[in-house]
């Protein structure tokens, strides 16, 4: 039976620091529009319930904000991955904020215990952080730590509450219990904005950041390649791609967090159509669109569409 393309829309933002990236999905959409194309009447999707009204909610984990909604909407992604998954469905998941990941990447694993999950994360940030951690207590910093199971005691800075503790646990028990995915098995893109717990978990778990200017220095053929040979021994790939990973200075300051060196959206294209050649990939996720932050006018959103508007023609024809 031949796979085909559903997109599953999750309108959240609940895990970031700034509002506005719940608008990220219908800043796409509308940039669709303005480009006459029928790109999102091609597919059928799927809306995943949000709770952002909980964004007003009197904040009790100051290290781990919202964590208690933030379980419940990666529960609600990682059902609707899984579900879709087990209909045959290639699931292109168009996110919020970026903790969202946590719960495609639960999702994934869900469906496919037995299986080893790749992970390439495309982002200006490492996300490694946990509520140990993190100087922010900003979700979107945290999804891969939760994916990991790994919550850097070594780097510890905040003494968080046991209910923060509980709620913790249950984030990286989604789907399944445990790690979802084993630190030799993700590879950066473009990460460039990390903090100091993040940099020596880098180290620690040996985790491969392919930087900006080594992919335009080695080429970016290269280093795709050498990644994807890294990830021979994994069954599937999920590809993660944060819009913050392309230059706000070349493209737009439309995300929560930009910063500058980036990506151009050719050279993003021109990666994740690779590994999707490699006839591995079995979820794409775009985050962060925030219209809101945008001087450009739709300019990020814009962008965002040309480059999911591309890769999706590849996956169209390698999904088969």
Not at 4 to 27: C, E, F, Q, W
Not at 75 to 96: D, M
Not at 220 to 249: G, H, P, R, W
Request: negative net charge; contains cysteine.
């Amino acid at each position: 039976m031949e796979r085909a393309i559903k997109l599953i829309k999750n309108r959240s933002d609940i895990g970031a620091g700034t509002r506005g990236s719940d608008l990220g999905v219908d800043a796409i959409e509308i940039a669709a529009i303005n480009q006459n194309s029928d790109y999102f009447n091609k597919f059928p999707f799927e809306d995943v319930k949000t709770h952002n009204e909980s964004i007003y909610d009197k904040n009790r984990n100051n290290f781990a904000k919202r964590i208690e909604h933030v379980v419940e909407q990666c529960t609600r992604v990682n059902y609707a991955v899984k579900h879709n998954l087990e209909a045959n469905y290639f699931p292109i998941v168009l996110s919020g904020d970026h903790s969202s990941a946590l719960g495609t990447i639960s999702g994934i694993k869900a469906f496919y215990p037995k299986k080893t999950v790749g992970v390439i994360w495309i982002d200006a940030h490492a996300d490694l952080h946990s509520p140990y951690t993190s100087p922010s207590g900003n979700i979107h910093g945290m999804p891969l730590s939760a994916a990991l199971a790994d919550d850097n005691l070594d780097c510890q800075i905040n003494e968080i509450s046991p209910e923060t503790k509980k709620h913790w646990e249950d984030m990286k028990n989604i789907g399944c219990p445990g790690a979802k995915i084993n630190a030799g098995n993700l590879i950066y893109f473009g990460v460039r904005d990390t903090e100091d717990a993040e940099n020596k978990q880098i180290e620690k778990l040996k985790i491969r950041n392919y930087m900006v200017a080594e992919v335009r220095y080695r080429g970016l053929q290269t280093c795709v390649k050498e990644a994807l040979a890294k990830l021979a021994n994994c069954d599937m790939i999920y590809i993660s791609f944060d819009v913050d990973s392309m230059d706000c200075d070349m493209i737009s300051y439309g995300t929560g967090t930009p910063v500058s060196k980036g990506f151009d959206q050719y050279e993003i294209i021109e990666i994740i159509n690779q590994i999707v050649k490699s006839k591995k990939v079995v979820c794409l996720e775009v985050v962060e669109v925030n219209p809101l932050l945008d001087t450009k006018g739709n300019k990020m959103a814009e962008t965002a569409f040309e480059v999911l508007e591309q890769v999706t023609e590849t996956i169209d024809l390698w999904i088969a």
